[in-house]
T-cell receptor
Framework: AQKVTQAQTEISVVEKEDVTLDCVYE???????LFWYKQPPSGELVFLIR??????QNEISGRYSWNFQKSTSSFNFTITASQVVDSAVYFC??????????????FGTGTRLTVIP | EPEVTQTPSHQVTQMGQEVILRCVPI?????FYWYRQILGQKVEFLVS????????KSEIFDDQFSVERPDGSNFTLKIRSTKLEDSAMYFC???????????FGPGTRLTVT
């Protein structure tokens, strides 16, 4: 069975600090996709990144970076020089390849990040 | 930039009543989804829809739930007889094609009293 674990329930950092959000996943499938979504206080879910299981290259986008390691089944997310606008709940999610291509998402329980000014 | 839209933003209903939640997915997307999030909890998959039929549904999506794509733009979730435990935020999502990411609407908060 598939599972996504975000062990950090809540994290608080002071503005400009770096912060890493952890995500560990479980699946027996060899083809899968990993995602991060941001849920700000307004409640919507904002897509941040998608990674497929064959692409272990780390990615950087501005202040955001992602570290995908299949050896430890982890897909961690780092925010550099955090800002108050980064305050949100961050969800890691997993989808498996299926015949129809629908690939529904399995979400972790989320990490609430609070950036203190 | 195209967005997924949902109406209403908030729906209050009495237990046992039927509700229909509406979504307009992004126009060139082929896959459609409903998820729900009980307050303070994780987002849970309900159902996926592709090629005018249900692709997959979760255990939550029982006989009380149904989905429809009545025309080329709308995608609806119907709950036939609401229960208190159906109170949640319901998110619609769509994606362009196989292998792409899902984009979510702003959600409908359903409150069952």
């Amino acid at each position: 069975a598939q599972k996504v674990t975000q062990a950090q329930t809540e994290i608080s950092v002071v503005e400009k600090e770096d912060v890493t959000l952890d995500c560990v996943y479980e699946t027996r499938d060899t083809t899968y996709y990993l995602f991060w979504y941001k849920q700000p206080p307004s409640g919507e879910l904002v897509f941040l990144i998608r990674r497929n299981s064959f692409d272990e290259q780390n990615e950087i986008s501005g202040r955001y970076s992602w570290n995908f390691q299949k050896s430890t089944s982890s897909f961690n997310f780092t925010i550099t020089a955090s800002q108050v606008v980064d305050s949100a709940v961050y969800f890691c999610a997993l989808s498996l390849e299926d015949q129809t291509g629908a690939n529904n998402l399995f979400f972790g329980t989320g990490t609430r990040l609070t950036v203190i000014p | 930039e195209p967005e997924v839209t949902q109406t209403p933003s908030h729906q209050v209903t009495q237990m046992g009543q039927e509700v229909i939640l509406r979504c307009v997915p992004i126009s060139n997307h082929l896959y459609f989804y409903w998820y729900r999030q009980i307050l303070g909890q994780k987002v849970e998959f309900l159902v996926s829809f592709y090629n005018n039929e249900i692709s997959e549904k979760s255990e939550i999506f029982d006989d009380q739930f149904s989905v429809e794509r009545p025309d080329g733009s709308n995608f609806t979730l119907k709950i036939r007889s609401t229960k208190l435990e159906d109170s949640a935020m319901y998110f619609c999502a769509s994606k362009r094609d196989r292998g792409y990411e899902q984009y979510f609407g702003p959600g409908t908060r359903l409150t069952v009293t």
